[in-house]
């Protein structure tokens, strides 16, 4: 069906020809002589005005219910009304899907809880029509920050045998039913699909780290799965994840990293989605310009988890979470450091090493790893990220003091075995960085089909 897109229409490309437009009726007005649609097609968050003139077309009754979607003849015309703008005047109207009255979106505003619960229609409305195209964008950004510096991007696995982060939270993958014949759990994995156990992956890393060795510096763009039993508007159990690897790298090259990409990727949504950013300005989080102005041009602070502790013993603030060296920092705690005491996007460096994973670079203090999360206002933690342990027999005691099954990533030992070089990463929570930017509150109104304890939408 030829037809013009609406953006380009309103970007004034189209001003004088007479064409075709086709989208979805999200107001109408009908007066004396004269009836008025605004169409919306998805390619921008504006809608284009429709005027008719009832001497060219009689009966506009069919052409005025909200959600129906249209197919429209006419010409482009500088706007009547709104200076500087363009409408179309009508030829001749044809109803491609009529829209009864029982359609929900009709005027009123309403709620994101209640626009949960139509994951298929709620996309229709401004808000899911912005994080939507702004989730688009900054997936666009994320892949050109990294292609442009030579990363290779690379597909891991997401059905799995070995367990990445350690902290069980693995979906188990099976094709065995309710009952099988197995008399215990080894027999139970041994007569499974795979023969063993086997899972969703949480992280692509061990992956990442393989292919790191071999090609320097990649970085993978794809879904991650948590069976956490967290109820927050920040975990979701399918979320997508960027997780760089880069080799020849510190802790510090990895900040660098982290916070260049960062940089590049909000700089390129408020360059492309102005009109975005502007409706999130207004509808859901004030100053959200401003922030995102000043977090690409400040630096972002780093501190030492000591000095953390140290900021939230002295804070006056009281806390739901006892605050102590070696505890894990709560979102309570990385929002008052990144909120309040600094305002600004800060990297935690250099946590006790009982509460990070296997895999991370042990400090000489022999306490602490050389890990990083990134926090950011509004969110929290938005990055994951460490230099790797290289060592060979540090990371296999490393490994036995958690006492995790060796056998099951003698591939990855390897890898400190043959040609090992110091490296490191990070994943950042793609979810996580859509709410930073689009100020939305709830990851589950930046994500299509939330998957949440039990919700199988
Ligand atoms: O901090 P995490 O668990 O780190 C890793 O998985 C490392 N293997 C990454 C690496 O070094 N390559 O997860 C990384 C990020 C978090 O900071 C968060 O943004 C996001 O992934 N994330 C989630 N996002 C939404 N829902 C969840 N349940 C998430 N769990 C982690
Ligand atoms: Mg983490």
Same mark, same amino acid.
């Given at each position: ?179 099988? !014949?197995?008399? &215990? =759990?080894? #027999?139970? *994995?041994? $007569?499974?699909?795979?023969? /063993? @156990? ?129 505890? !894990?920092?709560? &979102? =309570?705690? #990385?929002? *008052?450091? $990144?909120?309040?005491?600094? /305002? @600004? ?113």
């Amino acid at each position: 069906m030829k037809h013009t897109d609406i953006k380009e229409i309103l970007e004034k490309k189209h001003t004088g020809e007479s064409l075709t437009v086709c989208g979805w009726v999200r107001t109408s007005r009908d007066s004396k002589n004269m009836a008025f649609l605004e169409l919306n097609d998805g390619t921008s968050l504006d809608r284009l005005q429709i005027v008719i003139n009832k001497e060219v077309i009689a009966d506009v009754a069919p052409f005025m219910k909200l959600g129906s979607a249209l197919k429209v003849e006419g010409k482009v015309v500088p706007s009547v009304a709104r200076e500087g703008g363009v409408e179309l005047d009508a030829d001749s109207i044809v109803v491609l899907g009529d829209c009864p009255a029982d359609y929900p979106l009709q005027k009123k505003r309403h709620t994101l809880e209640y626009l949960r619960t139509i994951p298929h229609l709620r996309l229709r409305t401004n808000t899911f029509n912005a994080v939507f195209r702004v989730r688009s964008v900054l997936a666009a950004a994320l892949h050109e920050f990294f292609q442009s510096r030579n990363f290779v991007y690379v597909n891991t696995p997401l059905i799995t045998g070995s367990d990445c982060e350690g902290a069980g939270e693995m979906f188990r993958v099976t094709t065995h039913g309710y009952k099988t !014949d197995a008399k &215990t =759990e080894e #027999e139970y *994995y041994a $007569t499974d699909f795979f023969g /063993k @156990k086997a899972g969703l992956s949480v992280s692509g890393q061990l992956e990442g780290e393989v292919c790191a060795m071999a090609f320097g510096k990649i970085y993978t763009f794809g879904p991650s799965f948590r069976a956490e039993n967290s109820n927050t508007p920040r975990h979701v159990a399918e979320f997508w994840h960027i997780e760089p690897e880069i080799a020849f790298a510190d802790l510090n090259d990895v900040l660098a990293l982290a916070e260049d990409m960062f940089r590049s990727v909000v700089g390129t949504v408020l360059k492309k989605c102005p009109t975005e950013i502007d409706f999130f300005e207004q509808h859901f989080e004030k100053g959200l310009h401003q922030k995102l102005e000043d977090a690409i041009k400040e630096d972002f602070a780093i501190l030492d988890y000591t000095d953390a502790i140290e900021i939230l013993k002295n804070s006056g603030e009281t806390f739901q979470y006892p605050v102590y060296w070696g505890c !894990d920092l709560q &979102t =309570e705690h #990385e929002r *008052y450091i $990144t909120e309040k005491h600094f /305002k @600004k996007p800060v990297f935690v460096i250099n946590y006790p090493k009982e509460i990070k994973s296997f895999y991370m670079k042990q400090n000489p203090d022999g306490k602490t790893v050389a890990a990083s999360d990134l926090l950011v206002p509004g969110v929290g933690e938005i990055i994951g990220g460490s230099e790797r342990e290289a060592d060979y027999d540090k990371l296999l005691s490393a490994m036995k003091a958690r006492n995790m099954d060796i056998s099951a990533y003698k591939d990855y030992l390897e890898l400190r075995k043959f040609g090992s070089t110091p490296h490191g990463g990070f994943g950042l929570g793609f979810e996580r960085i859509l709410m930073y930017v689009t100020g939305m509150s709830n990851i589950r109104d930046v994500i299509l089909y939330p998957r949440t304890v039990n919700n199988l939408y």
